[in-house]
C-alpha cells in the first residue's frame, strides 16, 4: 500500500509503508538466510525426502512483485480496423489503459501467491514430523496432505507468533471487502415477468380457479439466484 493518504483513510492504513518498499525488504530478509529444507512426501504412512524448498525462491517472487510497475497490453496485435476506423482506434486505446488496470495488481498477485506456495513448502516439514511425533505418543488427529492447511495448523499453534504492525485490521478488511463479491451475486435474482397491468389473484381464488379448471393448483415460483 501507497503512503499516499485520503481524508477516508484511517490512522492504521496511513501508517503502512510503502508497498513496493516492503515486499523488497523481505525479499533482502529471504536471501540473508538463505535456508534449506527438505521436504518429503508420504508414502503408505512413511516420510520419504522429495524435493527443497529454499527461503531464496520466495525472495526471488517477492523482488519480482516488488518490482512491478505496470503491465502493458498491446490491444492492437492482431488487428487492422483501427487503421481505417477511428471508432476501433478509440476503443483498443481504451481497452489498453483498462486492461492494464486489471493485469498489474493481478501479476503482482501472482508472484506473492508463488512466494506463498514456497512458504508452505517450506514448513511442511514442520507439520510431517510434528503429526508423526503425535501418532507415536498416541493422538489420533486428523492427516492434512494441503501444504496451505499444515501450515496454517502451524501458525495457530504458535505461542509465540509475532505478526506485523495492523495484521488484525488488515485481515478484517479482507473479510469484508471479500463478503462484498461473495453476496452480491445473490442480490441478483430472476423474477417471474408479468405484464404491467396484469393483477394477481388471491391464494384461494387461485385455488379456486384450478379447481375449476380441473387441475392442481400452481406451484409457487422460487426466484433463483443468477451465477456470474
Known amino acids: 500500500m501507497s503512503n499516499a493518504t485520503s481524508k477516508n483513510t484511517c490512522d492504521i492504513c496511513a501508517g503502512l509503508r510503502d508497498r513496493s518498499l516492503h515486499l523488497h525488504e523481505l ?8 535456508n534449506r529444507r527438505v521436504t518429503y512426501v508420504r508414502k503408505k504412512g512413511d516420510l520419504i525426502p522429495d524435493q527443497e524448498a529454499r527461503t531464496a525462491v520466495i525472495a526471488g517472487w517477492l523482488r519480482l512483485a516488488s518490482q512491478i510497475e505496470r503491465v502493458d497490453l ?31 495488481p493481478l501479476t503482482r498477485f501472482i508472484f506473492l501467491c508463488n512466494a506463498l506456495e514456497e ?3 517450506f514448513v511442511s516439514p514442520t ?21 496451505s492447511m499444515q501450515a496454517t495448523l502451524i501458525l495457530d499453534e504458535g505461542q509465540h507468533l509475532s505478526v506485523p504492525y495492523g495484521y488484525q485490521h488488515l485481515t478484517e478488511n479482507l473479510l469484508k471487502v471479500s463478503q462484498i463479491y461473495l453476496v452480491a451475486p445473490a442480490k441478483f435474482t430472476q423474477r417471474p415477468h408479468t405484464h404491467p397491468q396484469s393483477k ?12 375449476r379448471a380441473g387441475t ?13
Open 27 to 34: 525479499a533482502a530478509f529471504c536471501d540473508y538466510l538463505d
Open 74 to 104: 498491446d490491444t492492437y496485435q492482431f488487428q487492422e480496423a483501427h487503421i481505417y476506423c477511428e471508432p476501433v482506434d478509440e476503443q483498443l486505446r481504451s481497452d489498453a489503459e483498462h486492461h492494464s488496470l486489471i493485469a498489474t
Open 119 to 121: 512458504t508452505y513448502r
Open 127 to 147: 507439520y510431517e514430523k510434528r503429526f508423526d511425533s503425535r501418532v507415536a505418543e498416541g493422538v489420533k488427529e486428523e492427516y492434512h496432505r494441503s501444504r
Open 200 to 211: 394477481a389473484l388471491p391464494p384461494d381464488e387461485l385455488a379456486g380457479a384450478d379447481s
Open 216 to 228: 392442481q393448483p400452481a406451484a409457487p415460483q422460487i426466484s433463483g439466484a443468477i451465477k456470474g
